[in-house]
């Protein structure tokens, strides 16, 4: 069974610039998840999805970051523009909503951002 | 909000040394607890988890963990390590749907 999906692996780009992160889940799993996580820190969540809806996205900068799941599958994540901050490594996970509160979530390789 | 600490940043032992690695969490109701491994170059993956029942489980790898309600703690430990299970370690608490996460403590092992 595939893993989930993200591309690009890496990504470097100049402040002020836009970026896109791509993310396809496990197959069949219904709840998609974008962390953010900083050198030597845990990931932090996001942005939570059911399906097409964004359920949590209290953690959202909305100033500058946006995400879409429009067909209940993929996800892309945007950032524009960038800023030096916002360098970090960009997860994306999924688990499969049926279980509710004992879903498991499983993780893709990430997005490594380098905001120069 | 919750919070999760885990207690060492780094932990260098030698092959066949026994590991301990602390994990206590602030948030007092109802949790799942998680611990996740990221080997160098790898993905995270999820090393084991408690729901409920039994605290003390088991997970991949050898390693188990014991959840310890009246200290908000949920330790992981290896009695064997191996050169292999050199990675990153992270404690993982669940609230709701909300996953919280610790800063990670990385292991070293040396052969």
């Known amino acids: 069974e595939a893993g989930v999906v993200q591309s690009p692996r890496y990504k470097i780009i100049e402040k002020k610039q836009p970026v896109a992160f791509w993310c396809n889940p496990i197959?069949?799993?219904?709840?998609l998840y974008w962390y953010r996580q900083n050198l030597g820190q845990g990931p932090e969540l996001l942005i939570r999805?059911?399906?097409?809806?964004?359920?949590?996205d209290s953690q959202l900068p909305k100033d500058r970051f946006s995400a879409e799941r429009l067909k209940g599958v993929d996800s892309t994540l945007k950032i524009q523009p960038a800023e030096l901050g916002d360098s970090a490594v960009y997860l994306c996970?999924?688990?499969?909503?049926?279980?509710?509160?004992?879903?498991?979530?499983?993780f893709g390789p990430g997005t490594r951002l380098t905001v120069l | 909000a919750q919070s999760v600490s885990q207690h060492n940043h780094h932990v260098i032992l030698s092959e066949a040394a026994s590991l301990e690695l602390g994990c206590n969490y602030s948030?007092?109701?109802?949790?799942?607890l998680f611990w996740y491994v990221q080997y160098p170059g790898q993905h995270l993956q999820l090393l084991l988890k408690?729901?409920?029942?039994?605290?003390l489980v088991k997970g991949i790898k050898g390693f188990e963990a014991e959840f310890i309600k009246s200290k908000f703690s949920f330790n992981l430990r290896k009695p064997s390590v191996q050169w292999s299970d050199t990675a990153e370690y992270f404690c993982?608490?669940?609230?709701?749907?909300?996953?919280?996460f610790g800063a990670g403590t990385t292991v070293t092992v040396r052969a």
């Open positions: 197959s069949g799993h219904n709840t």
């Open positions: 948030y007092g109701g109802t949790v799942n």
């Open positions: 993982a608490v669940r609230n709701d749907y909300k996953l919280s």
């Open positions: 996970a999924s688990s499969s909503g049926i279980s509710g509160r004992t879903d498991t979530q499983y």
């Open positions: 408690y729901f409920s029942g039994d605290p």
């Open positions: 999805y059911e399906n097409e809806e964004a359920v949590d």
